[in-house]
């Protein structure tokens, strides 16, 4: 059962366009949603987070937008570029016992042309 | 400051041989968890290691086993390969298992089993 559902599959947006990509979750109980990207052959890196008591956060042309009522949240890339284009994986994390669980969406593919 | 490291980078096994793959965490890092990820799809979580010990389990086989030393660098050991382990292995540490969800990843351990 995937917990958290992440869409679309693959983007592609202008060099100068703005990408959005769409998380939903069902568990009222997460409680920190990061995003990650991961560039072809690397790991994933933290891109940018955000708790469910506020409402957006933005890091430069990066921004997280969250709806705790409707359980969505997404990333927005502004002025999006060709060095942007890799996968994106939103995640939900929760207490599991003592330990903190990290549940992750499936990912997007963001291809920006130039 | 290191980040994560991993080694090797890249492995070529056959079926029913074993594997070792390492992992140094973060300078400050105490905690370590590893991920499989097959081409194209998310991290998988495998199993996570907190003072010596594992703590989280995913949905794996016993054939995936681990080990945390001292310093807190971690191995991964798959027994009885399979064609489907074949995947990259990321290492990603933390800072306690109370962590809300930033992990740093290592740029994995891309195996093939032939």
């Known amino acids: 059962q995937q917990q958290v559902k992440q869409s679309p599959q693959s983007l592609i947006v202008q060099k100068g366009g703005i990408s959005i990509i769409n998380c939903a979750y069902e568990n009222t109980a997460f409680d920190y949603f990061p995003w990650y990207q991961q560039f072809p052959g690397k790991g994933p890196a933290l891109l940018i987070a955000?708790?469910?008591d506020v409402s957006e956060k933005k890091e430069g042309r990066f921004t997280i937008s969250f709806n705790k009522s409707a359980k969505q949240f997404s990333l927005h890339i502004m002025d999006s570029q060709p060095g942007d284009s890799a996968t994106y994986f939103c995640?939900?994390?929760?207490?599991?016992?003592?330990?903190?669980?990290?549940?992750w969406g499936l990912g997007t593919s963001l291809a920006v042309n130039p | 400051d290191a980040g994560v490291t991993q080694s090797p980078t890249h492995l070529i096994k056959t079926r029913g041989q074993q594997v070792t793959l390492r992992c140094s965490p973060k300078?400050?890092?105490?905690?370590v968890s590893w991920y499989q990820q097959a081409l194209g799809q998310g991290p998988q979580f495998i199993f996570q290691?907190?003072?010596?010990?594992?703590?989280q389990r995913g949905n794996f086989p016993d054939r995936f086993s681990g080990h945390q030393f001292p310093n807190y660098s971690s191995e991964l050991n798959v027994n009885a390969l399979l064609l489907g382990d074949s995947a990259l292995y990321l290492c990603?540490?933390?800072?306690?298992?109370?962590?809300?969800?930033?992990?740093?990843f290592g740029e994995g351990s891309r195996l093939t089993v032939l």
């Open positions: 955000i708790r469910p």
């Open positions: 995640a939900a994390s929760t207490w599991a016992g003592n330990n903190r669980k990290l549940i």
């Open positions: 290691y907190y003072e010596e010990e594992e703590r």
């Open positions: 300078s400050g890092h105490d905690t």
């Open positions: 990603a540490s933390s800072a306690g298992t109370g962590d809300t969800g930033e992990l740093f």
